[in-house]
């Protein structure tokens, strides 16, 4: 398939399917990396992976209506969650970074598509510089709702190596989709 | 997913204030709960929550008990690590904090229909047509995106079949990879169709991926094609 030049239908639909896309994988259990046997839960890498595969602008806009999905009462979250509770909780803060994460990895991604097809240097760079983003929120308001710094980066420390796993893998499928179907991060027309 | 979302069915007068004023009064609770930090104007907070569980009669088995373990898992979780760090005061008034504000949240989430939501939201938006947000759209993301799920489900289901026959369910990319493909070609299929259908294909609201004329179709018409 060949590159194609994206219609603002195309780019509705794409956002619609990666809202869903990330719903989905709060459905997934969770899947196995290497030969540990623990499953981990998949659904906060749906923001930088979005980035990844399919820009900041349309990535940005399937996180902002996932979360709207969430917050009006659809269990989409990881384990049926949803509504208002998540978004007021301690983990607030994670939810509400996944836009920017969405922002900024895509935005470095297509930085990258400008000049050819990304590779996986760039791609693990920025998949990383989203979850940093994500970070960047997220500890912040846990450290509001505690009370304090320690508090908050103690009980953020315990995530930081399987969400990098999960920068690596994202970057790997995106290395991979984008050899498979090109052309998917320019996409959106600069008006 | 059950098609009514986490809205618990009833006819209290909690399910019957309209959405508006609940989300006011959630919102004016949630900052309350922030601010304040005495532990017995928190703990009245987490009564007057409780008492609006039992006036909307919310199903205790079903609804209550599963809230209650996720409450008592944070509060533990969040309480000993605070007691370690910080000490019994500010542990509890955090665990109250925690308490309150999310059993309040859920209990709007319990006591309000989805629909009366998003009209609640569309109304509030409507200020913002002039700008180009175009918020009487959300009604219809909301259904293709609801419809999108199930058609995602559908194919990890078959994707992740297709791994287990080749015995790689245990790697990740053979999972990933066809069903990340499948689903930017879903996205191709449903964006053939809307345009099909003129769905997005004016450009006189420069605001992106939400724009559309009011004649839109209904989603999971037969414009798609389901792989």
Redesign the interface.
Known sequence: MSARASSPATDLATTVVFAAFLAVLGLFPGVYVGATGVPIVVQNMGPFLAGVLIGAKRAVFAVVLFLALVAIGLPLLSGGRGGLAPFVGPSGGFLLGWILSALVSGLIAQAAARRGRPGLPVLLLAAFAGLVADYVIGVPWLAVYTGSWSTALTGSLVFVPGDLVKVVVAALIASVVHRALPGRLVGTRTR | ??PL???SPGDSPLHRTPAGAKLLV?LVL?TAV?IVGSPAWLGGACVLVAAGYLVARIPWRRRVLPLLRTLLL?AVL?GA??VW??GWQ?AL??VL??AA???A??L???T?R?DA??AT?ERALGPLSRTGVRADR?GL??G??????T???AI?GSVREAARARGA??S??A???PF??R?????????????ARG?????DH?T?????PDTAARPGGNGRRVP
């Open positions: 997913m059950t979302g986490l809205y959630l949630v922030v944070l969040v690590l605070q760090l910080l500010s008034v955090t904090r925690l504000s999310l059993a949240a859920g709007f989430t319990l309000t989805i939501v998003v939201v959300l993301l909301v293709l995106t609801v419809q999108a799920v058609t995602l489900s990890a369910e245990r990740p990319t999972f990933a990879v990340v493909v689903t930017l070609r879903h996205a191709d299929e449903l964006g053939e169709a809307l345009a769905i997005g294909d004016e450009d420069p992106g991926p939400d724009t559309g």
